[in-house]
């Protein structure tokens, strides 16, 4: 037998090294050998009379990741599924911080709403900081309200789930994952970790060990491992852990929806973004800072890494059954190709750069159309389309909305004020009660400390007063983004304001400071503080040159404008963002043709990146070609449905083309999204096409009283 260590100081029996494949044909599909542990339980119980939900996260998932892998045969249950149901792109939100983007998931609702700002919160004493917990949710989850009215849940994973909920059902939090050994070989599972504590044991035991993993279970993530001085390479130890930890998520789930009666399981399971933050840099094509050696070992370790995940899945499908609704989505997309930075940004959640904006959504079952693709979805419509498929009323104060166009018969969707408003027994800890008092920090800080390794959060220091005072600014920052990525900048701005005169060393609390006063029209400021950040005109970031044109037009300098304008357009970057913001600078100019230009360079770089539609829209009407304008404004609504700007091209495209109910019908939706910028304008417009192309006096005359 070969010794191989994964980790330092703790040696692994393994399998000797040999070159056959660990892959096992079993009943025409593929399994590792120490996942069978999770297929050997017992028989499932006997369905409950609901129509049952199966709610699948995978973290940072892409269909440019997948589709590739799908025309070559590779992901069997996926091409299953797409086939059988609804597939599209899922709009991530901002900040890209997965504790916010999956409560956003779990809730509806944007962060401001929910309450879990970031990774981590100082605890209840302030001299310390722990993982961001279920008691900080300021809304129910949709376990919450699935729970009062009497629907029995699995919920396994879930960021922030953590202290377990009394819920009607099982919750096997997010810090699973810290689960160690006694001397007898026992799970040493902490208080509030699963729910029932009264099953803490035997769910605990579903805990893969990394030392029970064998050579031939990571064999088919790097077939090239033997080639690896584990003394000085701790990439496989990394590849291990992220391995055991998806099969204990995985072995655990289908140990319950097996022996448990359930309504509604959920799964969150985050090693696809685990694994490519740390191998997506050696994933083909070879990045030219990646050296021949760690590209040829480390090459496979994406693709066998969805492989994995295609097999997780094919037998959660298989445990739900035929007439279950299976849901799979992902917070967010990953950078691939050419579109991989070459340098993270060392800071609080740098690594969040690789995210890509569009993840994946795909939904199948009962009352689902088949094999129809979707636009326009969002993460924050995965609960309200869940609370309709299972007959449920949607909040309305919801952020998301109901994709009917998932559904065989569309029936419009009942709503209620909101689910926090209905009284009833929803799982959640009380207000106030601090159910994390007796819980040991110990157990706590093992979660915090891996949220550092993986650079989202910094190391925290021995000063607990200080490291918990870090992490709650850090919580405000995240909120001002939130408001500012809403469009809600007079809210972003004063939070700003507070975190550059509370730290004002910390350089990405002013440059989001002149970005925000930019967008309040406080022109001189922004362009003050962005030349103080960056003297050096050289080592100025793109998008800080854009804004500064951007300002001198506003402030009457044109001729520096334009020539900071052209040198931009020489440096051609490429990335899709700055080329669209470089493009609107230039409409701003009048410069359309090379606007046009910029816009369409942008789309060859990402032809999901909305905002180049839009752009392409704003320049057809300003030319009068308001067809094109109508197809590249819905274009954009469908890549991204909250668009505001993009609607109200399309609402004027549609006008101007005299398909005056359809740009009526455009204007309201786009007051649904209450921003500041196009209400008035929206509410004007209606009131000019009710009086003067639809004859309707009172319709008129109500939009005109509207401020």
């Not at 249950?77 to 900040?95: D, K, S, Y």
């Not at 997506?280 to 496979?300: A, K």
């Not at 440096?571 to 369409?600: C, D, K, S, Y």
């Not at 704003?618 to 993009?646: C, F």
Request: glycine residues 6%; hydrophobic residues 40%; contains cysteine.
């Amino acid at each position: 037998m070969a010794r191989l260590e994964l980790l330092p100081g703790a040696a692994s029996e393994l399998h000797s090294l040999n070159q056959t494949s660990n892959f096992v044909k079993t009943e025409d599909h593929l399994v590792f050998s120490f996942f069978m542990r999770a297929q050997q339980t017992p028989k499932s119980m006997q369905r409950t009379k609901n129509k049952k939900i199966l709610l699948v996260g995978w973290d940072a998932a892409d269909w440019q990741h997948i589709t590739p892998m799908l025309d070559a045969g590779e992901l069997p249950m996926l091409n299953r599924l797409i086939e059988e149901g609804v597939m599209g792109n899922l709009a991530t939100l901002q900040p890209v911080l997965s504790p916010m983007l999956w409560n956003s998931i779990a809730t509806g609702k944007t962060a401001d709403k929910h309450g879990i700002h970031g990774f981590v919160e100082p605890n209840d004493t302030g001299d310390g900081v722990r993982p961001s917990t279920s008691t900080s949710r300021t809304t129910k989850a949709i376990w919450n309200i699935f729970n009062q009215v009497g629907m029995r849940s699995n919920v396994v994973g879930w960021w922030a789930s953590y202290p377990a909920e009394p819920i009607n059902g099982n919750i096997v939090t997010n810090l699973f994952n810290a689960i160690g050994r006694n001397q007898d070989n026992k799970p040493v599972v902490g208080k509030f970790v699963i729910h029932p504590e009264s099953r803490a044991l035997e769910l605990g035991d579903f805990k893969i060990d990394i030392r029970e993993l064998t050579t031939e279970d990571i064999k088919p993530f790097v077939p090239k491992l033997g080639k690896i001085d584990q003394t000085k390479d701790r990439r496989l130890a990394t590849l291990a852990k992220v391995l055991s930890d998806c099969a204990s998520y995985h072995a655990v789930t289908t140990h319950l929806m097996e022996t448990q009666p359930w309504d509604f399981t959920a799964v969150y399971l985050d090693a696809i973004d685990h694994f490519c933050h740390a191998f997506m840099q050696y994933h083909p094509p070879r990045m030219p800072n990646t050296s021949e050696e760690d590209f040829e070992i480390y090459q496979q370790v994406i693709r066998s890494a969805y492989q994995f995940h295609d097999m997780t899945l094919q037998r959660l499908v298989d445990l739900a059954g035929p007439d279950c609704i299976v849901m799979l989505v992902s917070d967010h997309g990953f950078q691939s190709g050419r579109g991989r930075p070459l340098v993270t940004p060392l800071e609080p959640a740098g690594p969040a750069m690789w995210h890509r904006n569009y993840g994946v959504f795909l939904i199948s079952g009962p009352g689902i159309k088949r094999d129809h693709r979707l636009y326009g979805a969002s993460i924050i419509d995965v609960t309200p389309t869940l609370l309709h498929a299972a007959g449920l009323s949607v909040g309305e104060d919801m952020d998301g909305r109901v994709l009917l166009d998932a559904f065989i018969d569309p029936t419009p969707a009942n709503t209620i004020a909101s689910w926090d408003l209905v009284e009833g027994d929803s799982g959640m800890h009380p207000r106030g009660a601090n159910v994390l008092a007796a819980v040991p920090q110990v157990e706590q800080d093992q979660l915090v400390k891996q949220f550092a390794a993986l650079g989202y959060i910094d190391n925290p220091t021995d000063n607990h007063k200080k490291a918990a005072k870090d992490a709650a600014m850090e919580l405000r920052y995240n909120l001002a983004r939130v408001f500012y990525s809403t469009n809600r900048y007079d809210e972003a701005f004063a939070i700003f304001l507070e975190l550059v005169r509370a730290v004002p060393w910390e350089d990405r609390f002013w440059k989001s400071f002149s970005y925000c006063a930019f967008e309040l029209g406080h022109y001189a400021q922004a362009l003050q503080t962005i030349r103080q950040l960056y003297p050096n005109w050289e080592k100025m970031p793109l998008f800080s040159k854009l804004i500064s044109a951007q300002c001198l037009m506003h402030l009457g300098e044109r001729e520096q404008a334009d020539e900071l304008i052209t040198q931009m357009l020489a440096a051609q970057p490429r990335l899709a963002n700055l080329i669209v913001t470089l493009g609107q600078t230039l409409v701003n100019r009048g410069r359309l043709q090379e606007a046009e230009a910029a816009f369409r360079r942008a789309i060859e770089i990402d032809a999901d990146y909305p905002q180049a539609y839009e752009g392409l829209a704003g320049i057809h009407l300003r030319r009068g070609r308001n067809d094109e304008a109508i197809d590249a404004s819905l274009t954009a609504v469908t890549l991204l449905y909250r668009l505001p700007k993009a609607h109200f091209y399309l609402a004027l495209a549609l006008e101007r083309s005299g398909e005056f109910e359809r740009a009526v019908e455009a204007y309201e939706r786009l007051l649904k999204f209450n921003s500041p910028r196009f209400q008035y304008l929206a509410h004007r417009r209606l009131a000019e096409v009710y009086r003067t192309r639809l004859g309707n006096n009172s319709a008129a005359d109500f939009h005109m009283t509207i401020r």
